[in-house]
């Protein structure tokens, strides 16, 4: 058995009902590395290959119906890699550093970026790439969960489960996703599981614990969320994926976004709605998140020096050099070229 197939096995045994098959996440994990404590074979520690990367992921499977992922690593180029659930699934991220994208069949992408607690509804079968992107330092906590077991697993009626979680809950809900900010609570806690001073089976004891509070932690978010609907001028269900679109077609378009009119007609709702709605998801205004994106694509290609500033400049958007630099040293509090020196 060659160290890919040692590394595969593991992976299909833990994540069964989760992911068909782990593909090309083998390469990028090291054989040798992969640990498993005694008296948890339901948890594995996978070490990211050398020639990949740094870090690791921790991979638990809790029970029948939930599995997490504790992941601290850096990737020297982007990892890609599909998932494909034979159940409908929640997946419930919450990314403290680093940046990651979730693309549907389409081919369309939602960027999840640090500082964001995003849950996805997957349906069973269903296809999907997934990718973190490179050279950031990537920390975060991702809870795989039946999608008809997490109330009961939480204890909550029906009268007890927010009325947005329902909505990811219906069988018919499809390939979605939402975000929203990572409380500071919810930060605190991804923390502490990357940092877990303990190891082997108590490890994985740990993790147990420290995910039902995480799952409370989110719920309760998703609970604030959805009291603030029943609010007058709050953006409803309905709305978030209006704004989940919009994000999308902002984050394909940086160079040269639509208009606020151009983009509210594209997600079917007038201009004054939309840029209340996103900046109620958000907490940013679609100008202050297409800078935002911009500045953090410039960053990323600053690290290549091969590519002059001037370049680098018209490639997010500026057609004078000089305007970049200012805008940059006002975003980062630095020049690009100190940055880049840096």
Not at 20 to 35: H, W
Not at 275 to 284: A, E, L, Y
Request: charged share 25%; proline share 5%.
């Amino acid at each position: 058995m060659t160290s890919g197939d040692v590394v595969r096995s593991n992976v299909n045994r833990v994540y069964r009902g989760f992911n068909a098959d782990c593909g090309e996440r083998a390469e990028q994990f090291s054989a040798p590395r992969v640990t498993q404590p005694s008296g948890a074979d339901n948890f594995i520690r996978l070490a990211i290959n050398p020639g990949k990367g740094a870090g690791y992921w921790d991979v638990a499977r809790l029970n029948d119906e939930m599995l997490i992922c504790v992941a601290e690593c850096t990737y020297l180029s982007p990892f890609d890699y599909v998932v494909s659930p034979q159940n409908d699934v929640l997946s419930i991220r919450m990314v403290v550093s680093g940046e990651l994208e979730i693309a549907d069949r389409d081919g369309a992408r939602v960027h999840v970026e640090r500082g964001a607690a995003e849950i996805t509804s997957i349906p069973g079968n269903y296809a999907h790439e997934m990718r973190i992107l490179e050279h950031e330092r990537f920390a975060s906590l991702t809870i795989h969960v039946r999608s008809d077991r997490l109330a009961q697993l939480m204890g909550l009626s029906e009268q007890e489960t927010p009325s947005m979680l329902a909505s990811f809950q219906d069988p018919d809900a499809g390939f979605r996703s939402c975000a929203m900010p990572l409380t500071p609570a919810m930060a605190n806690g991804v923390f502490d599981l990357v940092k877990a001073p303990y190891s082997g089976a108590l490890r994985s004891r740990f993790y147990e614990a420290k995910t039902m509070e995480m799952l409370c932690l989110f719920v309760d978010a998703m609970r604030q969320c959805s009291d603030e609907e029943q609010e007058p001028g709050s953006p409803s269900v309905q709305a978030l994926g209006r704004v989940q679109l919009a994000r999308r077609i902002l984050e394909e378009h940086l160079v040269s976004p639509p208009t606020v009119e151009q983009l509210a007609r594209r997600v079917g709702v007038n201009r004054t709605r939309l840029r209340h709605d996103f900046k109620c998801i958000f907490g940013i205004t679609i100008a202050e998140f297409v800078q935002a994106r911009r500045m953090e694509m410039a960053r990323r290609l600053l690290r290549d020096e091969s590519i002059s500033i001037g370049v680098i400049a018209e490639a997010v958007g500026y057609r004078h050099a000089g305007n970049f630099s200012a805008a940059f040293r006002r975003h980062f509090g630095v020049s690009p070229k100190d940055h880049r020196r840096n």
